[in-house]
């Protein structure tokens, strides 16, 4: 064999020896996704569905299933628990404090697959079935899509007849009683857009007005988005913004975000972790919540 010949078989056998180390990961099932996950359903713009109208119940899950087999653009967050065997849990009203008495009440499941695509069902397993007009139903939606950074995070999609473009993110967060607004503090960057609505005024036509929130918050750990010294010594004052903020045990939260022409929005909110293992921050995932906005973003530690 001429050194050619040897020097190809040579580069054949090590691609071969090097091939497995080059597979991609797999994921070993449902096991994999454990714990608490705050998550955030949008749908930006409305649907072309004609579906009648479904009224979940007065809890972030019917909110999340209200929005997904409507065809009205929402955008809400929460708080679930995956419990690694395929059940997915929530509670009706958040858990202000260690002790707060909240059942988990099943609402939905989940399949992770080898190659770490997932598939779940939810379910506004809160709302009481009943007929026609304003009662609740029990609203159900099915998602596809692919857990990603080990687990941390679920970016799922809605699917199944009826399916109208809903997304579906759900992200690590700490255990229910692992939050308090005197344990969040820190600097973050803000992303966030909507869309803002005003009602018809007579004759007048509703107008709908595109919003972006891109801005720089610092959390005092007392309850209040702050303008630190670094904050002060900035020209960008248009990328300031300031507010307050009440986190629960189960790390939900309420606030205001007032930005640099001290427009004020309301929110709801989920303390998550930003990437995984030792390098997970914590961070925020946002819903504003005003009469006639709808939008969202996430809140990522500096």
Known sequence: MTNTGRSITLIITGALLIAPALEARTCTGSGDLVGGYGWTGTRPSASASTTTAVIGSPTPIGTLLAGTVNSASFAAVGRVFLDGNGGIFATAAPIVTADTVSPLLQVGTYIANTD???????????????GAGLTPVQASATFEGVMVQNGNEIDLVQTGTGASGALLTLRKAKQFTGCTSDGF????????????????????????????LLARVVADGAGAFI???????????????????????????????????????????????????????????VAFTDTGVVGSGIAQQQ
């Open 116 to 130: 770490c695509t997932v598939s779940a069902t939810i379910t506004d397993s809160f709302a009481t079935p009943g």
């Open 185 to 212: 503090a820190g600097s973050f960057g803000l992303a966030a857009a909507g869309v803002a609505t005003t009602p018809p005024i007579g004759t007048d036509a509703a107008v709908s007005t595109p919003f972006n």
């Open 227 to 285: 303008q630190d010294s670094q904050t002060a010594l900035s020209p960008l004052t248009a990328r300031r913004a300031t507010g307050t903020y009440t986190v629960n045990a189960d790390c939900t939260g309420t606030g205001t975000l007032i930005d640099s022409a001290n427009k004020i929005r309301k929110i709801n909110f989920v303390v998550v972790t930003s990437g995984s293992g030792q390098s997970a921050v914590p961070g925020l995932i």
